[in-house]
């Protein structure tokens, strides 16, 4: 399996195609099948695109971060491995739920070499009291898939998931808590003290292509929130899906492709 060593983890990574770099950054306490499930369908069409996938510290398959103590030192790990393995190259970055607050993170001090961002339900606010979330709703059912599952998991999909139906199911279980079953969830406890970063993370103003996808249903995250940071993007749509919770990119599979199809080509105009 490939590694990237960095100063305080061994990160594990996937490269996949050939041409402008693009980084996927995962949420909390999954790993990079998340990413992986929702962008790779994206690029089936659309060749000239490096995906590069990792898991962040103490997810998935990365080891060696015991010493990382904050979200400063999560973003750290992540900046030292794009500076390794896409050495003296511009990349986008596409960022789900707390990897979207490491993208903003990110572009603070290196947005010169950023060429666009793509934030997917994005935590804007790192408080969990502080947020504006609606509350958590089912808005489609089957009922014949929910008289198959035990308590458990009705619990765990009624609690991630707006429409519960096999397969969304499916994907949410080899997406999503696949990787959550990696988590080192002692750690994630220990980052979660020190969940915000040390600095303002939106001061700066961004003004590449970009793209805010947020779940109209979503409890997690919400997506009020992001509206506060609209004007720090002068060149991002912002979009609320409805029939979407915090797993807006299985909820909304056929959206989701047609909008990061129409992000990547406002990027490929820009750079042009």
């Not at 997406?175 to 970063?197: H, P, T």
């Amino acid at each position: 399996m490939p590694f990237c060593q960095v100063s305080k983890a061994n990160i594990y990574y996937e490269m996949i195609g050939e041409g402008m770099p693009i980084v996927m950054l995962h949420g909390f306490s999954p790993d990079h099948r998340l990413m992986k499930g929702c962008m790779e369908p994206v690029f089936v069409k659309k060749e000239g695109w490096k995906r590069l996938y990792i898991d962040l510290p103490g997810m998935g398959e990365t080891t060696d971060y015991e010493k990382i103590n904050n979200s400063d030192e999560m973003l750290e790990a992540v900046i030292e491995v794009i500076h390794t393995l896409l050495p003296n190259e511009p990349y986008l970055l596409v960022g789900e739920s707390y990897g979207g607050y490491l993208v903003r993170g990110t572009m603070r001090e290196y947005q010169e070499e950023i060429l666009g961002a793509a934030f997917i339900c994005p935590l804007i606010i790192p408080e969990k009291q502080r947020r504006t979330v609606p509350e958590q709703r089912i808005i489609l059912s089957d009922k014949e898939l929910i008289s198959t599952l035990t308590k458990h998991e009705l619990e765990d999909f009624s609690s991630h998931l707006v429409v519960l139906d096999e397969h969304h199911c499916n994907r949410y279980m080899n997406e999503v808590v696949a990787g959550q079953e990696k988590a080192d969830m002692n750690f994630l406890e220990k980052i979660q003290q020190n969940y915000s970063f040390s600095f303002p993370v939106d001061e700066m103003l961004f003004e590449k292509p970009c793209l805010f996808l947020l779940g109209k249903q979503d409890s997690m995250v919400g997506y009020k929130d992001a509206f506060d940071i609209i004007e720090k993007f002068p060149r991002a749509s912002f979009t609320i899906l409805d029939k979407a919770g915090h797993n807006l990119q299985i909820e909304q599979a056929n959206l989701f492709n047609g909008l990061m199809h129409e992000w990547l080509d406002r990027v490929e105009e820009f750079t042009d």
